[in-house]
């Protein structure tokens, strides 16, 4: 009776440890600058990378619909213009790697993007898909999963108007999604031309050390306004996360797939993590809360 007892005891106790850990991380985490449709309050953002891309042809609306299937609370997806001026979501600036097509996209109109196979690459099984347009996504996720939309450099111009920022703004709020999305950019000026635009919209520095010329994450950030700070596994280093700890920045960090490395940046302090396997992340976290 005395171990049944101690045993129940015991369990509470790990119960409670558990529940105290998330809660410390949740309470140790920078305030995220955009909301989730869904978010399992681990204090940490799961985004699909392009999608589900580990298991889907990238960019996609069939990586997109998986990605939210397997319960990330965000997708990021890569966008940048046609040749007649309509954002479209691919990550190349040529067209050869993901679809069977050729050349540069920014010098295909629109009907004639749609009418490649973005899938077969892939798996042949998924020659039905498309490129699909900034707006399409949209209407899938407005209501349903948040977004972080990375606008291509090659798009981006010196004019603050009538340009990639400007038109994919516009898209995120004729489908309400601006509390959602959170934009971000190799272009620095990009990420200007969207403060200048609306300065209440969410904003991720994505790191380019050419452009960055030397400044640290917390001089980067408040040079350009950002809400939030992205870069590579490689390059989220301690010095950097204490960096972002102390002043409350955000950090979402990129593409990993192996567990090993999640629970490495995780323990790091990252805000999030872009992965292209969402299901894998997912299942980490879980399995951290309920052993520690």
């Known amino acids: 009776m005395f171990v049944k007892c101690f045993s129940i005891v015991i369990g509470c106790l790990f119960g409670i440890t558990s529940l105290t850990l998330a809660q410390q991380k949740m309470s140790e985490s920078p305030k995220l600058p955009v909301k989730l449709y869904t978010d399992n309050n681990d204090g940490l953002v799961v985004i699909g990378h392009r999608g589900a891309s580990g298991y889907y042809p990238e960019n996609t609306m069939a990586a997109f619909q998986a990605a939210y299937e397997m319960g990330a609370e965000m997708i990021e997806l890569d966008v940048t213009l046609s040749k007649d001026g309509i954002p479209v979501v691919i990550h ?22 749609r009418k490649l196979d973005a899938g077969s690459w892939f798996d042949v099984k998924f020659s039905s898909e498309q490129i699909p347009t900034l707006e399409e996504v949209l209407q899938f996720a407005a209501g349903k999963i948040s977004l972080n939309i990375e606008i291509k450099p090659e798009a981006v111009t010196d004019s603050v108007h009538n340009g990639i920022e400007e038109k994919a703004l516009e898209l995120v709020n004729k489908y309400e999604m601006k509390h959602h999305v959170l934009f971000s950019s190799f ?7 969207l403060k200048v635009l609306d300065v209440n919209i969410s904003v991720a520095l994505l790191y380019e050390k ?6 640290t994450l917390t001089q980067l950030v408040s040079h350009y306004t950002a809400d ?9 280093s301690k010095k950097w996360a204490e960096q972002a700890k102390k002043a409350n920045i955000p950090v979402f960090i990129y593409t990993v797939n192996k567990e090993r490395r999640m629970k490495k940046i995780i323990k790091r302090g990252a805000s999030g993590i872009f992965t292209d396997k969402p299901d894998v992340l997912n299942r980490l976290v879980e399995n951290m809360w309920k052993t520690n």
């Open 228 to 236: 939030a700070f992205n870069c590579s596994y490689r390059q989220y």
């Open 92 to 113: 190349d600036l040529n067209l050869d790697r993901t679809t069977d097509g050729t050349g540069k996209v920014s010098h295909q109109n629109l009907k004639e993007l």
């Open 187 to 193: 272009d620095y000026r990009a990420i200007e031309h």
């Open 210 to 215: 050419q452009q960055s010329k030397g400044k």
